[in-house]
């Protein structure tokens, strides 16, 4: 028996209410509506950009000067290098004043009396010579301190230098900061 279209089916309503009730785009539409420029050169994109890179700039920095270890560089991670830190930060070195002699030396070879200048130059040179030696000895102590408690087959290479370089920076200028106080040797 032929069916006949009930009333509540024809084609209009038909549309309304199956699919997405919208027309499907052309492919020329869908590549017009996903075009734009490869790198966004717009003010604000560019301003917010360098707002974000300095932000993260920011925040590793205070991470770096606090001694953080994810954002310490390369050459500063590791328990053994925080060792090191530590102990030298803890102590006194003659090294450390090696940059404000030389402004006292060069101020000083300003005056017009030769013989004033070639003392503070001798005096330069003999100064260095002792802060060699210190940094010398202080690399033998963190090499021996570190096979103590480290052990000496893991002892990392290159601490004597860390330490030796790092006791030649003024202490206010040292990355990442101290933090330990005077004395304080590690255990």
Do not use: C
């Amino acid at each position: 028996m032929p069916t006949t279209p009930s009333p509540s089916t024809n084609d209009d309503s038909a549309a309304e209410t199956s699919g997405k009730g919208r027309r499907t785009p052309t492919r020329a539409e869908q590549e017009a509506a996903r075009r734009r420029p490869l790198v966004p050169d717009t003010k604000e994109a560019r301003a917010q950009a360098k707002a974000d890179l300095r932000q993260r700039q920011e925040r590793q920095r205070i991470g770096m000067a606090n001694g953080e270890e994810k954002y310490l560089p390369v050459r500063d991670r590791g328990p053994q290098r925080r060792y090191v830190r530590d102990y030298v930060d803890a102590g006194w070195h003659l090294s450390e004043w090696v940059m404000a002699l030389m402004v006292v030396v060069i101020v000083v070879s300003l005056i017009p009396n030769t013989l004033v200048a070639y003392w503070a130059f001798i005096g330069l040179w003999a100064y260095l010579a002792i802060s060699v030696l210190d940094m010398v000895l202080l690399g033998i102590r963190v090499k021996r301190r570190i096979a103590d408690k480290f052990g000496a087959q893991n002892r990392e290479r290159g601490l004597g230098w860390y330490a030796a370089m790092r006791s030649l920076q003024m202490r206010f200028m040292r990355l990442p900061k101290p933090q330990v106080k005077r004395g304080q040797y590690p255990a």
